[in-house]
């Protein structure tokens, strides 16, 4: 999910959620059960819906994730997954 609103894979880009820019709080979401991989975004606390889904299969049931960012002229706060949902406006330090 990017900057412009669009979420992208393999190289393709469909429209997904809003633009987002300075002053925007994002949150993703990565969810596991016994049918696949749930991938979700908020954008200022609001819920943008599923992103990508994949089903389950070997590939997804073994599949390591680590968290990856990329951008520009943005700064990241990392929550633990112990941590509450955020509220927003939210005051991150």
Do not use: I
């Amino acid at each position: 999910y990017g900057g412009t609103g669009k979420k992208s894979h393999g190289g393709v880009f469909e429209d997904y959620g809003e633009p987002f820019g300075a002053g925007d709080a994002l949150q993703c979401r990565v969810s596991r059960s016994a049918s696949g991989l749930t991938v979700s975004y908020q954008k200022n606390g609001m819920e943008l819906g599923k992103a990508f889904e994949m089903q389950a299969d070997q590939a997804v049931k073994n599949l390591e994730l680590y968290p990856a960012l990329c951008g520009k002229a943005f700064t990241v706060h990392w929550l633990p997954l112990e941590a509450e949902p955020v509220e927003w406006p939210c005051q991150l330090r």
